[in-house]
Every structure is written in structure tokens, then in C-alpha cells.
């Protein structure tokens, strides 16, 4: 055997060694992968693998070491996928998504999920928080989950020995299906809106507020007593719906006589949470009759029922435009408000709060969207607020418009007065974050098919 030979294996010997050894070098990593999914249908238009990894083993883990396969069963025709983040702990720009192939095995297809740097690192011990990721055809066309390899029909996080976690060319945990893999295919992590969606529009195209369509389609007109505001009761009768500049609305009219209200209030069933809500609003800045000088509130809003004082689980998502001021506030004010919780007696507000401090007279076009732990407020298609941290509301919601007068706001002067707030239309997508621009191309969608109602939002 010549010198250059010897050499030669000697290098592969040593080569092969360090295959060898470097799973040895990684023997204290034990990553384990817990899974549970939120769409767990047979049949769904999107796959929703929610994710969680547990460092189990001695030493720290860097995330960007780490590779995670979620395998699964293409459809016919393979048109694609494509792969978004709804919300992640360690943020969504810190998670990639790619797609491979895979070939003689249980499944023909995986997601692959990676992390950026700014992911950080798993201590032992410590879990990598939610992974709320999710991917669906290119086309929206529904998928099969049942011939799936990794898919479970589970709600809960537990360890899944179906989803893989790799570091570098080392398996640490699962059991892959077999086969052998091809080139991984790198996706956009964009989140393109899914027209064919849960959805609700609403035109308000009703007779009045007896109409029975209302309360078939889960709204309420609010009747009796009760806060906020002033001594007052709810009034139905002033909830109409006329047609407003050259387009059927609702109209809430409250009024006062200096001591005592009729104000107005409508609302929808609780069962709306993350997505984006959309209304287009005209507000008010002075009475339609009567003196002026009332603080009056007008309002586009979600909100959950206070169980408890400090109720964790209570959350609020406001519009409020107080064009005669109000709370301290000398002039007109629009507040955006995200409430974590409150207490009524003593009083003790928990929130976060934007304002804008001019008129808003007239028509607006209102978002909000309820993504990915933050809520961010549209007023005419530019971001006024952007919220999150603990004020992410964490149950479902329902959708409200009032008009009302701050209790101790009541103009001096005698007589009757009344204000007027009008709602062209209402609109939530589930699910999807969509901007001031796409909600206004679904709304000319529904109005140029002359639909007037759909809800397709399932109920909580």
C-alpha cells in the first residue's frame, strides 16, 4: 500500500470517526417536540400545527440549531403550499417555514420549521412558549388531514413522537416516516387572505329595529337599564335604519334632557377573537337638535364580560370618539383603548390607551386587527395604534356600537337634546390580517354581488 494511500484512509478513518462521534458530542441534547393542533377536522383549508419544544437534556440549545418536520400526505393535484405564522412566543420573524419532499415512505411531504438568531437559545428546563404555526394549498382548496403521518386530532399540548426535531444532520427526537428526502423547497412566511374564509358582513339593510332578521343573525338591540353613562335606559326605537348618504345604515340617536337618557346600543353574539374587524362610521360633532356641550361618546368595540373584579380573562377593544371631550379632555378626542381588565368598585382600570386629539367629523373607515399578540388600530387607512403585551385579549369577543353620555358630562343649559352616530357597515374576518385596503375590496366585493349579510364565523 503506497504512503498516499495510507494517507488517504487514514483521512476517511478519521472522517468517519467524527461522523461518528458528533452525535456523542451532542448526547446531553434531548429537545422533545409537544404538539396540539386548533383545526382538528378530518377536512380543513388550512393545517394548524401548534408546536412546542422542551429542552429536557443538560445543556443550552440554541433555537437556530434546530430544525423541527411536521409530515404529511400531499393532495392532488399538488398545487403548493404555503406556510404562515399566527403567533409565536419567540416572535413570527424569529420562524421560517420551508416544504420538502419526501419519497417511499408513510408521507410525501413535511414542513420543515427553522428559527432565526433572534429566536434565543433553550435552556435545560425551559420550552421554546407556543408555536401557533399553520399552512394550506396555494389555491385555498381544502385538505385531508386523516391520511396525514404526523396530524392528531388533539387540543392539548403533549409529546408527539410523529413531529421530528433535528440539530444539524443528528435526529433528537421522533420517529421519522421512512423514506428518503429531496430538496427542501423554501415558502414565502407572507399570509395572503383567504377569501373563502369565516367571515361576517352586514349592510344593515333591515326595516327597523323590530325586524326579526335581526336577531336571527345574532345581533341584539339593547333594552332596560344599566351603565355606562348617565342615569339612563336603552332605547330600541332609536336604532333605525335609514339610508345615509346614498347608502342603506344604522342609526343610533341618544338623547338627554339635562338629567336623565335615552341612549342606544347594538350588538352581536360573543364568538369573534382574532382576525380583523372593520367599520365604516360617521361621527358627529354636534347635536341634531338641543344645545351643545354634552359629553357624548360614540363607539365601534369588542368586548368580553367582566366575570369577577380583575378578571383575567375579560378583554376590551375600543374606538371612542368624544366630540365635546370628556374624562379631563377639553375638546374632541378619538381614544383607541385595549383593556386587560378592570374593577368598578373602588375603580381600577388596567389598559393601554392612544388618542388624537382633532375632530373626526363626518365618515371614517375603522380597523382593528387581532394578530399575532399585538392590536393594531386603522382610522382612514393609517395606523394610529399598535398594543399588545398583556393587554392581547385571551376569549372571544362581541361586537358592539353605542352611543352614550359620560355620567357628570351633561351640558348646563335646559331642554332636550340628541346626537346621532351612523354605520354604513360591519366586517370580520377570522383568522386573517388584512389591511384598510383589502377589507374596503371585500366590502365592494359583497356590494357589487348585492349581498347584504353572510356570516360564516362559527360560533365559540
Excluded at 403521518?149 to 409529546?159: E, G, H, Q, W
Excluded at 360617521?282 to 366575570?307: A, C, E, M, R, W
Aim: charged residues 15%; aromatic residues 12%.
Amino acid at each position: 500500500m503506497s504512503a498516499r494511500v495510507i494517507a488517504a484512509v487514514g483521512s476517511a478513518a478519521v472522517a468517519v470517526a467524527a461522523l461518528v462521534t458528533a452525535p456523542t458530542a451532542m448526547a446531553a441534547d434531548v429537545v422533545t417536540a409537544q404538539y396540539r393542533t386548533s383545526a382538528s377536522a378530518n377536512t380543513t383549508d388550512q393545517v394548524e400545527p401548534w408546536l412546542k419544544l422542551v429542552n429536557s437534556g443538560s445543556t443550552t440549545v440554541p433555537l437556530a440549531d434546530l430544525k423541527v418536520r411536521y409530515y404529511f400526505t400531499s393532495e392532488t393535484p399538488d398545487v403548493g403550499y404555503r406556510f404562515a405564522c399566527s403567533w409565536a412566543v419567540r416572535g413570527c420573524g424569529n420562524v421560517t417555514g420551508t416544504f420538502g419532499t419526501l419519497t417511499g415512505g408513510a408521507a410525501d411531504r413535511y414542513l420543515e420549521v427553522g428559527f432565526t438568531s433572534g429566536a434565543g437559545s433553550l435552556a435545560p428546563g425551559a420550552d421554546s412558549g407556543d408555536l401557533q404555526l399553520r399552512f394550506y394549498r396555494s389555491n385555498w382548496s381544502r385538505i385531508t388531514q386523516t391520511d396525514d403521518y404526523s396530524f392528531r386530532a388533539s387540543s392539548s399540548y403533549s409529546p408527539w413522537s410523529r413531529v421530528t426535531v433535528h440539530r444539524g444532520g443528528t435526529l433528537l427526537y421522533g420517529t421519522p416516516p421512512g423514506g428518503s428526502s429531496t430538496t427542501t423547497t423554501t415558502t414565502t412566511t407572507t399570509n395572503p387572505p383567504n377569501p373563502n374564509g369565516p367571515a361576517l358582513f352586514d349592510d344593515f339593510d333591515y326595516a327597523s329595529s323590530s325586524d326579526s332578521r335581526i336577531a336571527q343573525r345574532g345581533w341584539t338591540v339593547r333594552s332596560g337599564g344599566g351603565g355606562p353613562g348617565v342615569p339612563a335606559t336603552w332605547e330600541p326605537s332609536q336604532v333605525t335604519f335609514p339610508t345615509v348618504d346614498g347608502q342603506k345604515s344604522m342609526r343610533l340617536e341618544s338623547s338627554n334632557n339635562g338629567s336623565t337618557a335615552r341612549q342606544t346600543e347594538l350588538y352581536h353574539q360573543r364568538k369573534f377573537f382574532e382576525g380583523t374587524y372593520a367599520a365604516r362610521v360617521k361621527f358627529s360633532d354636534t347635536p341634531v337638535y338641543g344645545p351643545d356641550g354634552d359629553h357624548v361618546v360614540q363607539t365601534f368595540f369588542t368586548i368580553t364580560p367582566l366575570n369577577s373584579d380583575l378578571d383575567p380573562n375579560y378583554g376590551e377593544i375600543d374606538f371612542e370618539y368624544l366630540p365635546n371631550g370628556g374624562w379631563g379632555e377639553p375638546a374632541n378626542i378619538m381614544y383607541e383603548t385595549t383593556w386587560e381588565t378592570y374593577r368598578n368598585e373602588p375603580w381600577l382600570a388596567d389598559n393601554i390607551h392612544s388618542e388624537q386629539r382633532q375632530s373626526y367629523v363626518g365618515w371614517h373607515d375603522l380597523v382593528f386587527q387581532v394578530a399575532n399578540g399585538r392590536v393594531k388600530y386603522f382610522i382612514d387607512g393609517t395606523l394610529v395604534a399598535d398594543h399588545g403585551d398583556k393587554y392581547y385579549p385571551e376569549t372571544p369577543m362581541s361586537i358592539n356600537f353605542n352611543l352614550w353620555f359620560i355620567a357628570g358630562g351633561l351640558a348646563g343649559a335646559p331642554g332636550d337634546r340628541a346626537y346621532q352616530q351612523h354605520v354604513d357597515y360591519v366586517y370580520f374576518a377570522k383568522d386573517q390580517v388584512l389591511s384598510p385596503a383589502q377589507v374596503q375590496s371585500r366590502v365592494g366585493g359583497y356590494r357589487s354581488s348585492g349581498v347584504a349579510h353572510v356570516d360564516t364565523v362559527p360560533a365559540s
